[in-house]
């Protein structure tokens, strides 16, 4: 980029902007009331990155897109994958835009590939095109090409963690569908208490500690996004849990007031 | 790529797959009845680009989207002729999918960047990768981001054009709303006459002939298209013109089958 000015990465989880049990089905109300709390904030440079929730996960498991190319009758599986995608965004962008937010939807898959699930290429030049005309670029976790499995599923977790490395950014903002990262997962324990600040060091004995119970992740379903989001943190990239779903915990974080959630630190 | 077997671009215009008069309004019996017989037709590789039509026309207008950045209130206006790009992209897109072709939705803006409206680089990397799986890309006319003049608008004429000659395509069909090129307008003049089949030479004499008269495009918009199609034409790749309003004829040209309209050779 011409300008190097700190940006702000805002993920957006699949479980906040769709309702997560039924087929493609949109959290409207949800998309609009985050659509309008990004616009009454003013950090920008600042890239969305959004995940597929319930318009990505049924059709992916159905034709098995993650585990990459086996058959041809995966292929309408992985156009359909797509497509799906390209509706949620769709939604996302439109109320941003509503909103007056000049976003820019970035097809993930047209830039973004990957090698056994992990990226290997990227082509940021519509990326940071975009943002050197102002305008906010929007991408998604998506179904995309890998050297190796023919195609799989790259999560919109990875793409934030990618980008801010690549971009480097000055930090993630992770919206979720909890208040943050707990001792143990809130759901099924009680006396899970929320974590407001850790240290990578913290963290990374933290994951070992569970790293063996992976299957049954006790952080509610949190172990994934930490292993995305440590390789930024380790370049200085800061990260703060929220969560999306309470109305104002983004807009807080995005104008870096005092929010209720997890601060993750070098 | 790495095969090289011998590709098809068909290029649907836009005013084929839109009601042209209303903005953003698509002609759903031509999307679904082309979508069919492209299904018929067993020419893969193929790419299939089309136009923006009433979905481009009218938003990229009122913001000058063609003419470049000039100020910010034309930001949320390329925004949303990109969204209109996608949604029509989407309806063409699922109707493909909708009659079992593995069709890969390509954002154009995402993988062109030009310079003061010339194709100035391009990522095929998704669209490779796409052919390779023998999945369908399917690109169209966008608003793209232009070093000099910030952003423009990228036909989907230019679009197939250029990627003709960058993959090396044995042809591209060019699916119009007239029977081909004619000795005049059509519209105009009941002593126009449909040609049949072109050379580059006597193309080039004939757009020298009526270049003087640009403004007044005695083809009847075929001109531009023309000055498009010529780089192609000089790298061999030979370009059918046939009426995609009307049924059947886009499925004949796919099938190499005797068919109405214009070829233009070498």
Request: glycine share 10%; aromatic share 4%.
């Amino acid at each position: 980029m011409g300008e190097q000015v700190a940006q702000t990465i805002l993920k957006l989880g699949g479980s906040v902007i769709t309702v997560k049990e039924k087929a493609s089905t949109p959290n409207t109300q949800a998309i609009r009331r985050l659509s309008k709390e990004i616009s009454r904030c003013c950090c920008r440079p600042m890239i969305i990155v959004h995940g597929g929730g319930s318009f990505g996960h049924f059709v992916a498991s159905k034709y098995k897109i993650k585990e990459g190319y086996k058959s041809p009758e995966q292929l309408l599986g992985f156009s359909k994958t797509r497509q799906n995608m390209v509706a949620l965004n769709k939604l996302m962008v439109d109320a941003l835009i509503m909103n007056r937010i000049p976003a820019a939807s970035v097809q993930s898959s047209a830039c973004f590939f990957t090698e056994e699930g992990r990226v290997s290429y990227v082509s940021l030049k519509p990326i940071t095109g975009f943002l050197e005309l102002k305008l906010v670029p929007v991408l998604y976790g998506d179904a995309v090409l890998d050297t190796k499995l023919g195609f799989t599923i790259l999560s919109g977790d990875q793409i934030a963690s990618n980008l801010a490395i690549a971009l480097n950014s000055e930090r993630i903002i992770l919206g979720v569908d909890v208040d943050g990262l707990y001792t143990s997962d809130p759901k099924l324990d009680h006396e899970a208490e929320l974590i407001g600040k850790i240290s990578l060091r913290e963290l990374r004995r933290m994951l070992a500690k569970i790293g063996g119970a992976r299957t049954t992740d006790v952080t509610g379903g949190m172990l994934g996004k930490m292993v995305e989001m440590i390789p930024a943190i380790e370049k200085g990239i800061k990260v703060d849990i929220v969560n999306a779903k309470k109305p104002g915990r983004v807009y807080k974080a995005l104008n870096n007031m005092n929010v209720l959630g997890t601060k993750l630190e070098l």
